[in-house]
């Protein structure tokens, strides 16, 4: 297996753009979760789904951000309107259903994000 | 709620120096405990793990006990290299959650 997809592997726009990071995690798995990881904040769970639904976004830092995922093999994560201060690495993350100490939590390597 | 405290880095060591991460929790019940590695440029990776108290989990060299009476769950290494460059994040698992918290990641720098 490939592992987590993610796409772009960096992301360089304008602050007032809309963004969209893409994922695709390991067939088979059930949870995926989406991440940011700053220098100030460290490494923040935003939003995770089970079997493609959303379950806890409370994590997500405003409206501004929005994650989906239409199937079992793919998920976004969009910003819009990006601001600099969302310049950080987004992580997207799965794991085989239920995540507990047996089922390891696989991650991507990340999206590196700029905003200008 | 839960939570993992790290101490801060970086750390700098020597080839071959002793390695030693502190990390202490705050959990519910009977948490399981986990250390992921970040190596520059990639994505978290599981280093080792442990389900219960007085359990040592161990991989790569590395090595952590569970220690209930202190929460707590400490990395070490009794030579480093070069290579072990990385950030080291301690993590948890309730048995409520299916949710880690990690902690803010200990970033590890070993000269030759």
């Known amino acids: 297996d490939a592992g987590v997809i993610q796409s772009p592997r960096h992301e360089v726009t304008e602050m007032g753009q809309e963004v969209t990071l893409r994922c695709k995690p390991i067939s088979g798995h059930d949870y995926l979760f989406w991440y940011r990881q700053t220098m100030m904040r460290g490494l923040e769970l935003l939003i995770y789904?089970?079997?493609?639904?959303?379950?806890?976004d409370s994590g997500m830092p405003e409206d501004r951000f929005s994650a989906k995922m239409p199937n079992a093999s793919f998920s976004t994560l969009k910003i819009q309107p990006s601001e600099p201060r969302d310049s950080a690495v987004y992580f997207c993350?799965?794991?085989?259903?239920?995540?507990?100490?047996?089922?390891?939590?696989?991650f991507g390597p990340g999206t590196r994000l700029t905003v200008l | 709620g839960n939570s993992v405290t790290q101490m801060e880095g970086p750390v700098t060591l020597s080839e071959e120096a002793f390695l030693t991460i502190n990390c202490t929790y705050t959990?519910?019940?009977?948490?399981?405990l986990f250390w992921y590695v970040q190596y520059p440029g990639e994505g978290l990776q599981l280093l080792l793990k442990a389900t219960k108290a007085d359990d040592k989990g161990s991989n790569k060299g590395f090595e952590a006990t569970y220690r209930k009476e202190t929460t707590s769950f400490h990395l070490e290494k009794g030579s480093v290299q070069v290579s072990d460059s990385a950030v080291y994040f301690c993590a948890l698992i309730d048995n409520a959650g299916n949710m880690l918290t990690f902690g803010g990641g200990t970033r590890l720098m070993v000269k030759p």
């Open positions: 789904f089970n079997n493609n639904v959303p379950i806890d």
């Open positions: 993350a799965s794991s085989l259903q239920p995540l507990s100490s047996y089922n390891e939590q696989f």
């Open positions: 959990a519910t019940g009977y948490p399981s």
